[in-house]
Nanobody, 115 residues
């Protein structure tokens, strides 16, 4: 059974940084598109960033220039480096794995940015 486990969330002051990790079990990690999403209280889940098996990346406009998504295929892990954090970045952050439209989600990790 494939599992995704996020870690690295926490409480940080505005302007600070956090690095989220998502470790994936199972096979075919190298060909998977991995994504980071977030959901703030009372809001819909939204895309933060994605990275394909070919290392192509895509970012939400709200995080461009501040967040960087990367992956280590040898460790089946995807990362989200978050810099210059803002209070509006506060949310539960989820990673997901998409292989040919079959999507699996992690359980999420809380990120709280204080002003």
């Amino acid at each position: 059974q494939v599992q995704l486990v996020e870690s690295g969330g926490g409480l940080v002051q505005a302007g600070g940084s956090l690095n989220l990790s998502c470790a994936a079990s199972g096979s075919f990690f190298r060909i998977a598109t991995m994504g980071w999403y977030r959901q703030a209280p009372g809001k819909q889940r939204e895309l933060v960033a994605t990275i394909t098996g070919g290392q192509h990346t895509n970012y939400a406009d709200s995080v461009k220039g501040r967040f960087t998504v990367s992956r280590d295929n040898a460790k089946n892990t995807v990362f989200l480096q978050m810099n210059s954090l803002k209070p509006e970045d506060t949310a539960v952050y989820y990673c997901n794995r998409d292989i040919a439209g079959v999507v699996i989600w992690g359980q999420g990790t809380q990120v709280t940015v204080s002003s």
